[in-house]
């Protein structure tokens, strides 16, 4: 197995382990339930990880997780010049489409 991801947010490590798996990519999630022993340990030790179960697929993991990654970043419309937040692919201003 090998880490490929961790996070403070757990629903942002679901995410990612469900798109993994709809790639066919098989993982598991780690420290799921740890993190009440932040302060005893430290925080990021507590943060829950993503692991793949097949190391030979990490290079296809990340590429995915990457573009992922990338996708959440906030966005200027080319439209009417409004920035907004990654996960939006429509303007709420003008509703001029994402350019990609």
Same mark, same amino acid.
């Given at each position: 197995?090998?880490?490929?991801?961790?996070?403070?947010?757990?629903l &942002?490590?679901?995410?990612? *382990?469900?798109l &993994? !798996?709809?790639?066919?990519?098989?993982?598991?999630?780690?420290n /799921?339930s740890?993190? #009440? %022993? %932040? #302060? !005893? &340990?430290?925080?990021?030790e +507590?943060?829950? /990880?993503?692991?793949?179960t097949e190391?030979k697929r990490?290079? !296809? %993991?990340?590429?995915l997780?990457?573009g992922? /990654?990338?996708? *959440?970043?906030?966005?200027t419309?080319l439209?009417? #010049? !409004?920035? &907004?937040?990654? *996960?939006f692919d429509r303007c709420?201003? +003008?509703?001029e489409?994402r350019?990609?």
């Open positions: 197995m090998k880490l490929i991801y961790s996070a403070p947010n757990l &942002l490590v679901r995410h990612f *382990q469900n &993994l !798996e709809s790639h066919g990519i098989d993982c598991v999630i780690k /799921e740890l993190s #009440g %022993a %932040a #302060g !005893e &340990l430290p925080p990021t +507590c943060w829950p /990880e993503l692991w793949l190391e990490y290079r !296809e %993991a990340s590429r997780l990457k992922a /990654e990338e996708d *959440q970043r906030p966005w419309c439209h009417c #010049g !409004e920035l &907004l937040e990654g *996960q709420w201003n +003008c509703g489409y350019d990609d």
